[in-house]
């Protein structure tokens, strides 16, 4: 291979070990709970939602990284050439790295928290971080047992999402209790297809995910399920009155929904070609969170 080639490739490794689009999953819990708290009050605190955005991204470098350095431990990624371990070769440099994020991250949340004069974010938060590291750290490991899509929706809807509009208004709303569990579903959908192209090695290191458990035909049926019910439940909360009207938006994100059930139902057995799912289930969760956050904004005028 020549040395331009050589480079490209190796730059496409760590823009795979990197994960940028991921970082979506940060972004959507902090603007649906700042949405719904914008809809309410029509005050928005700019400080707040941008420091809370910034350590959301921070939390999630963490997330992804120490990752890299837990699956390395217990041996799954050893043909995974876009680790951030095995392209470093540097256990303890991803570590101190991952953990130096963390610290940044939770210490915007602890500026939150003393412009508030208020521990109730930083208790969510930190709640949701332990919760993270038992998904993937010794001596949990509850992604081996198939439990990381409850702890995904969990963390990710009702627990970020609360924590968010909690930051501007310092108290609670069922209207934003029922919004996160719409993008709780819509992040575990990402976790969900995230395991479809690993079956083998996740059977060979004694990880149960949920697809291990139920196989590759009977998970690309679940898959349909949980789409249909983020479009299912949207509407069922706008009849319920606790979504405006301006969120059946989410319904254009249709189009992204059908393309990952399909592509995944044709797919799931096929571990090179279904390995994409995950990118197509983030931009999903992407432009249904948007659309819905939107609808909330658009309501507030
Ligand atoms: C790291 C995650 C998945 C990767 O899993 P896996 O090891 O199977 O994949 P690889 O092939 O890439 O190695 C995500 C796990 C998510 C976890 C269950 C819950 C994390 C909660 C967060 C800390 C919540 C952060 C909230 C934020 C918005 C403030
Ligand atoms: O690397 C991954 O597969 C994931 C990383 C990540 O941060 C995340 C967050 C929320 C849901 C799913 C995922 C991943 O699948």
Known sequence: ?????????????????????????????????????????????????????????????WLNCSNDVFDAETGIDKNKAHSLVNLTGNKPLIFALSNLFLAVGILGIVAIAWWQRDLTVIGLIFLCCALGYTYQGPPFRFGYQGLGEIICFVTFGPMAVAAAY?????????????????VGIATSIILFCSHFHQVEDDIAAGKRSPIVRLGTKRGSQVLWVFSV??????????????????????????????????????????????????????????WSGLLLSLGFVLTSG
């Open 1 to 61: 291979m020549t040395t331009s080639l050589v480079e490209q490739s190796n730059s496409k490794l760590w823009l795979a070990a990197i994960k940028p689009p991921m970082y979506t999953v940060a972004i959507i819990p902090i603007w649906v709970g700042t949405a719904v708290a914008y809809a309410e009050t029509r005050n928005i605190n700019g400080a707040i939602f941008s420091t809370f955005l910034m350590s959301a991204i921070l939390i999630i470098a």
């Open 166 to 182: 909690y930051s501007q208004t310092q108290s609670w709303s069922i209207n934003c209790f029922a919004a996160s569990i719409v």
């Open 229 to 286: 019910s983020v479009y299912a439940l949207t509407g069922l909360f706008v009849l319920l009155g606790h979504f405006p009207i301006w969120t059946l938006f989410v319904f254009a994100s249709l189009p992204v929904a059908l393309k990952l059930c399909w592509h995944v139902h044709q797919h799931h057995d096929q571990p090179e070609k279904v390995s994409n799912s995950k990118f197509i289930a983030v931009g999903m969760h992407f």
